[in-house]
Nanobody
């Protein structure tokens, strides 16, 4: 059973930075699509950043130029570097790995940005 565990969330002032990490239990990252979603109260879950298995990265428009997603296949870890955070970035952030037509999700980590 693949396990996905996020860490690194917390409370930060507007303009600050956080780095989220996502550890995947099995050595599947090299052939998985991975990325990050977020969900704010009352809102739908939205894609923040996706890294397809074939490479490249896609970002939601509001985070372009501020967030950077990356992966380290050797460490089975996915990262989300978030800079210049805004109050509207407040949400629970979820990491996923997609492989063999199945999604594996983490439990989520709370990011709160104070104005």
């Amino acid at each position: 059973q693949v396990q996905v565990v996020e860490s690194g969330g917390g409370l930060v002032q507007a303009g600050g930075s956080l780095r989220l990490s996502c550890a995947v239990s099995e050595r599947i990252l090299s052939f998985s699509s991975v990325g990050w979603y977020r969900q704010a109260p009352g809102n739908r879950r939205e894609l923040v950043a996706g890294i397809p298995s074939e490479g490249g990265t896609n970002y939601e428009d509001s985070v372009k130029g501020r967030f950077t997603a990356s992966r380290d296949n050797a460490k089975n870890t996915v990262y989300l570097q978030m800079n210049n955070l805004k109050p509207e970035d407040t949400a629970v952030y979820y990491c996923y790995a997609y492989v063999a037509r199945q999604y594996y999700w983490g439990q989520g980590t709370q990011v709160t940005v104070a104005s």
